[in-house]
Nanobody, 124 residues
Framework: EVHLVESGGGLVQAGGSLRLSCAASGFTFGDYTIGWFRQAPGQEREGVSSISSSDGDTYYSASVEGRFTISRDNAKNTVYLQMNSLQPEDTAVYYC?????????????????WGQGIQVTVSS
């Protein structure tokens, strides 16, 4: 059975940091590109970051470039999103997702598997 489980969210003050984790099971983690998405109430879902399965290339949305860092540990079947200099605009439910290609997850916003999401709240 496939699972993607996010952890590490919560409440933080503006300027603070959080590290999200996404633990995967039930599929060959190293074969999949992993993406992070977020959705605020009343807002469209948006891509935040992605990391490829092959060469480990990383991708970031303009709004988080320079503040967030994505990484993966294939031995632990886990991907991380280090979030620094957090602002209230970063408040959202964050989802991790697994896809077969960077084109699928980053260009088209599609994925094979999705996590349940985790709340990140940044206070001013």
């Amino acid at each position: 059975e496939v699972h993607l489980v996010e952890s590490g969210g919560g409440l933080v003050q503006a300027g603070g940091s959080l590290r999200l984790s996404c633990a995967a099971s039930g599929f060959t983690f190293g074969d999949y590109t992993i993406g992070w998405f977020r959705q605020a109430p009343g807002q469209e879902r948006e891509g935040v970051s992605s990391i490829s399965s092959s060469d480990g290339d990383t991708y970031y949305s303009a709004s988080v470039e320079g503040r967030f860092t994505i990484s993966r540990d294939n031995a632990k079947n886990t991907v991380y999103l280090q979030m620094n200099s957090l602002q209230p605009e970063d408040t959202a439910v964050y989802y991790c997702a697994a896809a077969k290609s960077i084109l699928e997850v980053w260009t088209f916003g599609r994925a094979t598997y999705w996590g349940q999401g985790i709340q990140v709240t940044v206070s001013s």
